[in-house]
Structures are given as C-alpha cells and as structure tokens.
C-alpha cells in the first residue's frame, strides 16, 4: 500500500484525542468546558464523538433529553456527577454512561470536584431529533437534509394551534 493512500486512510479514519484542537465553551455562571469534535472531518457520517473536559463545578451543557438519538459517555478522568432523571449519581474514570432516547432519562455531566473532568460524549446523531431542555422548557427540532439544515429552537407555552395564521 502507497504512503499517500495510507494518510488518505488515516485522515478518515482515525483521530487522536491529544492532537485534535479544543475549543473552549463556556456560558457563566454554570458551563465551561474545552471540546473537541473527534468526527468532524471523518468517514462517519451516523456517528458524533467529541472529547470535554468540564472545569471544576462546572457543567458541559444544560440539562436535557433527546427523542431520537442514544448518547454514552466515558469518563476518561477525573471524578463527577451524572445529573440524571431527577438524581445526581456519582461517576470516576473508568465508568461508562448509557443514555437511551426517551422523556425518562434526562441528563447532564456535572463536575462536582476541584480537579477537571475528562470524557467522551458519543452520539448516535440520528436526524431528525427533538432534543427537550426540562430546566427552561425549551424544545429543540433539528433535521439534517440534502440541501442543508433544519433547525428551531423555542420555548413550551408558545404552542400555536394547528390551523394559526392558514388561510
């Protein structure tokens, strides 16, 4: 096999978590975590893996559910909290998360130590999704299509009936 169709392969296919640039995301007073989308870039195209590292007390994204696509998530390293379905249980390294689709497991990562939390997130990426923000009661709808993106955000009570503003 040639050198240029080995480093075509690679780039496809492979990605090292230590070399992959992470962009900082943060949101005071609550979320602040380096990520770095290990997909982007690759030959997946159903599959989403990044790697946060949340900073002490601090948490990676808000509260939610998603009503199409399964999540995991392996702690790396560190020590931390899996806000889950109304619970807050405890994770270390090591341990490995599972995240079925549905109402009944809402989640977030809370980092509820003085040292950072390390781990993959790791997404099925099924389209399209619903994802719902229990904390603000915000609903998400993204699809992904042939000629780009779907996607709205909005608040529950904003309902409208089925027929407003139809002529």
Request: charged share 30%; proline share 7%; with cysteine.
């Amino acid at each position: 096999m040639d050198e240029d169709r080995r480093a075509a392969l690679r780039s496809r296919l492979i990605r090292n978590i230590d070399e992959v640039e992470r962009v900082r995301e943060t949101r005071d007073p609550l979320y602040d975590t380096l990520t770095a989308r290990l997909a982007t870039g690759t030959a997946a195209s159903k599959l989403g893996i990044s790697v946060d590292t949340l900073a002490p007390g601090r948490r990676g994204c808000p509260y939610h559910l998603h009503h199409a696509q399964e999540e995991a998530f392996v702690i790396l390293r560190g020590h931390g909290s899996l806000r889950v379905a109304g619970e807050l249980l405890p994770l270390r390294a090591g341990d490995v998360v599972f995240i079925p689709a549905g109402p009944e497991y809402p989640h977030q990562i809370v980092n509820t130590s003085d040292a950072p939390l390390e781990y993959l997130s790791i997404s099925t990426m099924d389209s399209p999704e619903i994802c719902e923000y229990p904390d603000s009661r915000k609903v998400y709808a993204t699809a992904r299509h042939a000629g780009g993106r779907f996607a709205h955000l909005h608040r529950t009570g904003d309902d409208l009936d089925y027929w407003d503003a139809e002529p």
